[in-house]
């Protein structure tokens, strides 16, 4: 028996941009909270307006990403044999 999944293309969003909700077919996306990536880099950017000298320190802002599965990434049953 051949497994069905050797032949398909599977293909995923990188952005859940807002159009995305309203195209076809629904393809799964990755969410990455644009908002929130620039509110943090507003903030830090005001903290670094802040700071003089050898006090500056690099720092590592780490957002997690949010998968958004949609119809299209399903399984769909696979008919029976009779």
Do not use: W, Y
């Not at 830090?44 to 500056?56: A, D, H, I, V, Y």
Request: proline letters at 6%; a positive charge; one cysteine or more.
């Amino acid at each position: 028996m051949r497994d069905a999944s050797a032949s398909c293309v599977m293909l995923a969003g990188f952005s859940n941009a807002l159009f995305s909700q309203f195209t076809g077919p629904k393809l799964p996306s990755i969410g990455q909270h644009c908002e929130l990536m620039g509110q943090s880099a507003t903030q830090r950017r005001l903290e670094l307006m802040g700071e003089r000298g050898p006090s500056f320190a690099a720092r590592q802002v780490v957002l997690q990403p949010e998968l958004c599965v949609r119809a299209s990434s399903l399984r769909r049953k696979q008919p029976t044999a009779k």
